[in-house]
């Protein structure tokens, strides 16, 4: 019986072919393009360092899990072990449970949740109960994790009806396009991989690596927008774009203002 952190032990297997480029990285664009994860931590740090002055620890733990989530599919990716399958996702399933106890509006707590500590201790006990069920079929957990996903987006489209200002607007709309693009990257590597393999192609999952790390570019910002709207009332969160407002391609991030208007 091969042993757990064997290479190719895991139960699933990405479309790009095995050993092709190196002997010793089995998927070589799946495992590089998480180099994406590597830029996207520090960028959001630095661009939202006047957040972080405020209101560092959850910023700095999501970064910090971000980097993690990169570290370990780069190892699944490389190895294909059983081991380096559910780092990758275990991974994943804490950064999104980090995010949810820190951000989730207290607007939205079940009747029986009364303080930001109890959320704690219902999130942490639910992903306690869910790192123990990943386990028992693993195929499956990718596909529940990027469930998850129509929840974030739901929460989004009902602040944005709250919300007038353009900015917000617009930038959920990109973080939308960018994710689009993302999970139709992963479901077309996942079910046509036949497809991509006959025109020699077998690349989508890489790109998927890319395109959501560029949709959460986008997203952070924006739950940082509403978490300063809901958790800092004395500022107001203004959203800046770099380099420039006026570059065709642009990184938002959020800067507070004094006073706070409601928005």
């Not at 139960?11 to 830029?39: G, H, K, L, P, Q």
């Not at 939308?176 to 046509?192: E, F, G, P, Q, Y």
């Not at 924006?222 to 800092?232: A, G, K, N, R, T």
């Amino acid at each position: 019986m091969p042993s757990i952190f064997s290479y190719q032990s895991a139960e699933v297997d990405w479309c790009e072919s095995n050993f092709v480029r190196s002997a010793v990285i089995a998927e070589y664009y799946n495992t590089i393009s998480n180099v994406s994860f590597f830029v996207l931590s520090p960028a959001l740090l630095y661009l939202n360092r006047q957040y972080c002055q405020k209101k560092a620890v959850p910023l700095y733990f999501v970064s910090g899990l971000l980097l993690l989530v990169g570290v370990f599919s780069m190892y699944f990716h490389m190895t294909l072990s059983y081991v380096g399958q559910l780092l990758d996702e275990l991974s994943i399933l804490w950064t999104l449970a980090v995010a949810y106890s820190f951000w989730y509006p207290q607007a939205y707590f079940p009747k029986c949740i009364k303080t930001r500590r109890h959320f704690f201790w219902l999130t942490g006990i639910t992903t306690v109960i869910s790192t123990f069920m990943s386990f028992i079929k693993p195929t499956l957990n990718a596909y529940a994790l990027n469930c998850i996903a129509f929840h974030l987006l739901y929460m989004t489209w009902k602040e944005l009806k709250k919300c007038n200002d353009r900015r917000v607007h617009r930038m959920a709309a990109v973080m939308v396009m960018w994710w689009v693009l993302a999970i139709t990257s992963w479901i077309s590597d996942r079910w046509l991989c036949w497809l991509w393999q006959a025109i020699n192609f077998p690349y989508f999952h890489s790109f998927w690596h890319v395109l959501i790390a560029m949709s959460l570019l986008y997203c952070c910002p924006l739950v940082i927008y509403f978490d300063v709207s809901y958790e800092m009332p004395s500022f107001k969160p203004k959203l800046e774009y770099w380099p420039s407002d006026s570059w065709p391609v642009v990184v938002p991030y959020v800067t507070l203002e004094e006073p706070h208007k409601q928005c």
